[in-house]
Protein backbone atom coordinates (compact mmCIF):
# COMPACT_ATOMS: atom_id res chain seq x y z
CA UNK A 1 0.00 0.00 0.00
CA UNK A 2 2.59 2.46 1.56
CA UNK A 3 6.03 1.76 1.22
CA UNK A 4 8.69 4.73 2.26
CA UNK A 5 12.47 4.05 1.72
CA UNK A 6 15.38 5.79 2.61
CA UNK A 7 13.28 9.26 3.15
CA UNK A 8 15.19 12.29 4.11
CA UNK A 9 13.92 15.73 5.08
CA UNK A 10 15.14 19.01 6.50
CA UNK A 11 14.01 22.25 7.56
CA UNK A 12 16.23 24.51 6.15
CA UNK A 13 19.73 23.16 7.14
CA UNK A 14 18.07 21.09 9.70
CA UNK A 15 18.05 17.63 9.05
CA UNK A 16 14.98 16.26 10.57
CA UNK A 17 14.50 12.52 9.01
CA UNK A 18 17.41 10.47 8.62
CA UNK A 19 16.52 7.70 5.76
CA UNK A 20 13.71 6.71 7.02
CA UNK A 21 11.87 3.10 6.04
CA UNK A 22 8.91 1.37 6.52
CA UNK A 23 6.13 0.18 4.95
CA UNK A 24 1.92 0.04 5.66
CA UNK A 25 0.41 -3.09 3.98
CA UNK A 26 -2.75 -3.23 2.56
CA UNK A 27 -5.63 -3.35 5.39
CA UNK A 28 -2.94 -3.51 8.22
CA UNK A 29 -2.18 -0.58 10.78
CA UNK A 30 1.29 0.92 11.03
CA UNK A 31 2.18 2.82 14.70
CA UNK A 32 4.66 5.14 14.03
CA UNK A 33 5.56 6.15 17.52
CA UNK A 34 8.10 8.26 19.45
CA UNK A 35 8.88 11.05 21.76
CA UNK A 36 7.89 14.71 20.92
CA UNK A 37 10.26 15.85 18.32
CA UNK A 38 10.81 12.35 17.37
CA UNK A 39 10.00 13.55 13.72
CA UNK A 40 6.33 11.59 13.35
CA UNK A 41 4.62 14.80 12.30
CA UNK A 42 7.31 16.00 9.77
CA UNK A 43 7.08 12.11 8.35
CA UNK A 44 3.03 12.70 7.77
CA UNK A 45 3.26 16.17 6.15
CA UNK A 46 5.94 14.46 3.78
CA UNK A 47 3.79 11.88 2.71
CA UNK A 48 0.95 13.95 2.00
CA UNK A 49 3.17 16.62 -0.37
CA UNK A 50 3.15 19.59 2.31
CA UNK A 51 7.06 18.96 2.75
CA UNK A 52 9.42 17.93 0.20
CA UNK A 53 11.67 15.01 1.00
CA UNK A 54 15.37 15.49 0.47
CA UNK A 55 15.78 12.08 -0.89
CA UNK A 56 13.97 8.89 -0.81
CA UNK A 57 10.86 7.83 -2.56
CA UNK A 58 7.57 7.17 -1.09
CA UNK A 59 5.61 4.79 -2.89
CA UNK A 60 1.77 4.41 -3.18
CA UNK A 61 0.04 1.78 -4.74
CA UNK A 62 3.12 1.19 -6.78
CA UNK A 63 3.41 4.84 -7.75
CA UNK A 64 5.87 7.56 -6.70
CA UNK A 65 4.04 10.03 -5.07
CA UNK A 66 6.67 12.01 -3.54
CA UNK A 67 7.19 14.76 -6.58
CA UNK A 68 3.07 15.34 -6.30
CA UNK A 69 1.65 17.92 -4.69
CA UNK A 70 -0.87 17.58 -1.65
CA UNK A 71 -4.04 17.91 -3.65
CA UNK A 72 -3.48 15.12 -6.67
CA UNK A 73 -1.94 13.18 -3.30
CA UNK A 74 -5.39 13.01 -1.71
CA UNK A 75 -7.14 12.60 -4.79
CA UNK A 76 -5.20 9.36 -5.00
CA UNK A 77 -6.45 7.99 -1.72
CA UNK A 78 -4.66 9.84 1.21
CA UNK A 79 -5.78 11.65 3.76
CA UNK A 80 -4.68 12.89 7.26
CA UNK A 81 -6.04 13.66 10.19
CA UNK A 82 -3.97 16.25 11.69
CA UNK A 83 -2.53 16.73 15.01
CA UNK A 84 -4.85 19.04 16.96
CA UNK A 85 -7.54 18.43 14.68
CA UNK A 86 -7.42 21.60 12.96
CA UNK A 87 -11.62 22.19 12.34
CA UNK A 88 -13.12 25.49 11.29
CA UNK A 89 -14.27 26.40 14.42
CA UNK A 90 -17.15 29.04 13.39
CA UNK A 91 -18.53 26.71 10.78
CA UNK A 92 -21.08 24.03 11.58
CA UNK A 93 -20.56 20.10 11.67
CA UNK A 94 -22.02 19.24 8.51
CA UNK A 95 -19.90 22.16 6.85
CA UNK A 96 -16.60 20.87 8.10
CA UNK A 97 -17.22 17.78 6.79
CA UNK A 98 -18.85 18.84 3.34
CA UNK A 99 -14.87 20.64 2.90
CA UNK A 100 -14.15 17.44 3.11
CA UNK A 101 -14.74 16.20 -0.03
CA UNK A 102 -13.86 19.18 -1.68
CA UNK A 103 -12.33 16.66 -4.13
CA UNK A 104 -15.54 14.78 -5.06
CA UNK A 105 -18.24 15.61 -7.53
CA UNK A 106 -20.40 13.01 -7.20
CA UNK A 107 -23.14 14.53 -5.48
CA UNK A 108 -25.00 11.13 -4.95
CA UNK A 109 -21.84 9.50 -2.88
CA UNK A 110 -21.23 12.25 -1.07
CA UNK A 111 -24.50 12.40 0.41
CA UNK A 112 -23.94 8.60 1.12
CA UNK A 113 -20.68 8.71 3.13
CA UNK A 114 -22.29 11.33 4.76
CA UNK A 115 -25.04 9.26 5.99
CA UNK A 116 -22.44 6.59 6.83
CA UNK A 117 -19.89 9.20 8.83
CA UNK A 118 -22.95 9.52 10.75
CA UNK A 119 -23.97 6.19 11.68
CA UNK A 120 -20.02 5.94 12.58
CA UNK A 121 -20.75 9.12 14.82
CA UNK A 122 -24.03 9.20 15.82
CA UNK A 123 -23.43 11.83 17.96
CA UNK A 124 -22.26 14.54 15.26
CA UNK A 125 -25.91 14.08 13.40
CA UNK A 126 -27.18 15.13 16.57
CA UNK A 127 -24.96 18.29 16.26
CA UNK A 128 -24.72 18.78 12.73
CA UNK A 129 -26.10 22.07 12.85
CA UNK A 130 -23.82 23.23 16.18
CA UNK A 131 -20.64 25.01 15.62
CA UNK A 132 -17.27 23.05 15.90
CA UNK A 133 -16.46 25.12 18.19
CA UNK A 134 -19.01 23.89 20.96
CA UNK A 135 -18.13 20.29 20.24
CA UNK A 136 -16.45 18.59 23.04
CA UNK A 137 -12.54 17.61 22.95
CA UNK A 138 -13.84 13.88 21.47
CA UNK A 139 -16.62 15.06 19.87
CA UNK A 140 -13.99 17.65 17.83
CA UNK A 141 -12.10 14.63 17.11
CA UNK A 142 -14.93 12.70 15.78
CA UNK A 143 -15.48 15.18 13.39
CA UNK A 144 -11.62 15.17 12.30
CA UNK A 145 -11.60 11.71 11.66
CA UNK A 146 -15.57 12.21 9.74
CA UNK A 147 -14.29 14.76 7.77
CA UNK A 148 -11.31 13.10 6.31
CA UNK A 149 -12.89 10.06 5.59
CA UNK A 150 -15.02 12.32 3.48
CA UNK A 151 -12.26 11.79 0.58
CA UNK A 152 -12.88 8.35 0.67
CA UNK A 153 -9.34 7.33 1.57
CA UNK A 154 -7.93 4.43 0.88
CA UNK A 155 -4.94 5.10 3.70
CA UNK A 156 -5.80 6.88 6.79
CA UNK A 157 -3.32 9.10 8.15
CA UNK A 158 -3.54 9.89 12.12
CA UNK A 159 -1.49 12.19 14.16
CA UNK A 160 -1.69 11.98 17.92
CA UNK A 161 -5.64 11.07 17.65
CA UNK A 162 -5.77 10.83 21.60
CA UNK A 163 -4.40 13.69 22.64
CA UNK A 164 -6.36 15.87 24.87
CA UNK A 165 -8.56 13.78 25.33
CA UNK A 166 -10.51 11.83 28.66
CA UNK A 167 -9.95 7.73 28.51
CA UNK A 168 -13.81 7.09 27.74
CA UNK A 169 -13.47 9.50 24.59
CA UNK A 170 -10.22 7.63 23.85
CA UNK A 171 -11.40 4.62 24.05
CA UNK A 172 -14.15 5.32 21.76
CA UNK A 173 -11.79 6.71 19.17
CA UNK A 174 -9.79 3.73 19.16
CA UNK A 175 -12.97 1.59 18.72
CA UNK A 176 -13.73 3.67 15.44
CA UNK A 177 -10.10 3.09 14.26
CA UNK A 178 -10.65 -0.78 14.43
CA UNK A 179 -13.73 -0.73 12.83
CA UNK A 180 -12.48 1.35 10.10
CA UNK A 181 -9.65 -1.20 9.38
CA UNK A 182 -12.04 -4.27 9.93
CA UNK A 183 -13.69 -2.85 6.95
CA UNK A 184 -10.67 -2.84 4.92
CA UNK A 185 -8.89 0.88 5.53
CA UNK A 186 -5.25 1.24 5.73
CA UNK A 187 -4.10 3.38 8.79
CA UNK A 188 -0.65 5.07 9.53
CA UNK A 189 -0.89 5.99 13.75
CA UNK A 190 1.08 8.01 15.26
CA UNK A 191 1.06 8.31 18.55
CA UNK A 192 2.60 8.90 22.02
CA UNK A 193 0.63 7.04 23.60
CA UNK A 194 2.66 3.99 22.89
CA UNK A 195 0.77 1.39 24.76
CA UNK A 196 -2.71 2.42 23.28
CA UNK A 197 -1.17 2.31 19.58
CA UNK A 198 0.61 -1.18 20.11
CA UNK A 199 -3.09 -2.51 21.40
CA UNK A 200 -4.36 -1.97 17.58
CA UNK A 201 -1.31 -2.48 15.46
CA UNK A 202 -0.25 -5.19 13.28
CA UNK A 203 3.20 -3.26 13.12
CA UNK A 204 5.26 -0.45 14.71
CA UNK A 205 8.34 1.58 14.15
CA UNK A 206 10.04 3.77 16.48
CA UNK A 207 11.29 6.96 15.80
CA UNK A 208 14.34 8.58 17.75
CA UNK A 209 15.49 12.44 16.72
CA UNK A 210 14.70 11.32 12.81
CA UNK A 211 15.84 7.91 12.53
CA UNK A 212 13.65 4.23 12.96
CA UNK A 213 15.64 2.48 15.65
CA UNK A 214 13.08 -0.20 16.12
CA UNK A 215 10.72 -1.86 14.26
CA UNK A 216 8.69 -4.83 15.04
CA UNK A 217 5.70 -7.15 15.72
CA UNK A 218 3.86 -5.07 18.62
CA UNK A 219 3.67 -7.83 21.35
CA UNK A 220 7.29 -8.54 20.58
CA UNK A 221 7.88 -4.10 21.29
CA UNK A 222 5.54 -4.29 24.43
CA UNK A 223 8.25 -7.13 25.47
CA UNK A 224 11.18 -5.64 25.20
CA UNK A 225 13.13 -3.43 27.51
CA UNK A 226 15.48 -2.18 24.74
CA UNK A 227 11.34 -0.81 23.66
CA UNK A 228 10.86 0.89 26.81
CA UNK A 229 14.62 2.75 27.10
CA UNK A 230 14.63 4.01 23.70
CA UNK A 231 10.66 4.93 24.06
CA UNK A 232 11.21 6.12 27.19
CA UNK A 233 15.01 6.65 28.62
CA UNK A 234 16.68 4.16 30.42
CA UNK A 235 15.83 3.24 33.62
CA UNK A 236 12.34 3.07 33.10
CA UNK A 237 9.62 0.34 32.99
CA UNK A 238 6.68 -0.87 31.44
CA UNK A 239 3.77 0.95 33.56
CA UNK A 240 5.04 4.33 31.91
CA UNK A 241 4.12 3.86 28.68
CA UNK A 242 0.45 3.65 29.00
Known amino acids: MLTIEDMDV ?19 ITALLGANGAGKTTTLRTICGIL ?10 DQRID ?8 RRGISIVPEGRRLFPQM ?5 LE ?3 FTRKDKVGVERDLKQIFDYFPRLRERKSQLAVSLSGGEQQMLAIGRALMVRPKLLLLDEPSMGLAPLAIKEIYQIVEALNREGMAILLVEQNAKKALQVAHEA ?3 ETGKITMKG ?6 ASKQFYEAYLGK ?4 DEAS
Open 217 to 222: DPKSLL
Open 67 to 74: GMGTEAIV
Open 10 to 28: FYGKVKALHGISFHVPPKG
Open 92 to 96: TVLEN
Open 205 to 207: CVL
Open 235 to 238: GSNK
Open 99 to 101: LGS
Open 52 to 61: KPAGGTIIFE
